[in-house]
């Protein structure tokens, strides 16, 4: 019955066609690795590597066996790790990635709740465009992403889950001159600069459209920002206005900014989702922050 160690040295020799230097990755004389590759193809019945080349290709059956064998491989490792975890009544720790909107409205509630439940859990926080964290979370770098999900669909290595939607919103500071209009339309926010944080492309054009301007315009905003407390302050500080996703403790979390009611409504709202590999287990550290992600974007969404 294969095991664990042949797939592992399978593994090692297609990432790395050389017997060699495979065999001293994994520990193991090249004769015994030899003899443990050969092993595994008698057992599948089928040649995984072609090695009438100069080089060591692996055949269709390899291609095939390759992805199932670091899935199983994976699976593996977080199966002891989760095990250990729960013996010690702990949750380790978790890597995840957002991009700018879903960072301005649910990471810092979030890791408040998290941190006031799971004291002992470690986590690490990367913020950046939804490609480069992308590329982190397939080289299993971090656990899950938070991003605009419209994008990411039709990416087959990816297990995605929608969160509520969250509306977006103007604000203002108290005393801004805007204030005094009672009913305000879009045309009426254009006297003033306008600040947001980095919009994902597809969110950046419905804002577009929704302001009468065409998508990608350079006129929608005077102030782009991917920190949401740099923005937050600029506009405190001026005339500006900001639109951001609606957090339900804006009070407190915006420092008194007031929101503006427009007249003909605001349609716009978040796309935010849990963007994880398929192949990959959800460790109980990263479970604890997907539900505390889970449960904020429900409350907001409710109020």
Known sequence: MTDLRQLKNFVALAEMPNFGRASASVSLSQSAFSRSIQSLEQELGVPLFDRSAQKINLTPFGKAVLGRAKRMISEHKDLWRDIKLMKNNEYGQASFGAGPLPAAAIVIPMLTDVAKLYPKLHVRVEFGHWQILLERLIAEQLDFIIADIRELLHHPPLQIEPLAQLRLGCFCRPGHPILKRKVLSAPDLFKYPLASVTHPKMAFNELCRHFGLGDGSDELFSLECD???????????????????????????????????????????????????RSRGRSPAAAALVRSAKLLCRDIESQ
Do not use: C
């Open 227 to 277: 920190n949401i407390l740099v923005a937050e302050e600029v506009t405190l500080r001026s005339d500006m206005i900001l639109i951001a996703p609606y957090i339900h403790s804006w009070a407190e979390r915006k420092r008194n900014l007031v929101e503006l009611k427009l007249r003909e409504g605001f349609a716009q709202t978040t796309h935010f989702g849990i963007v994880e590999l």
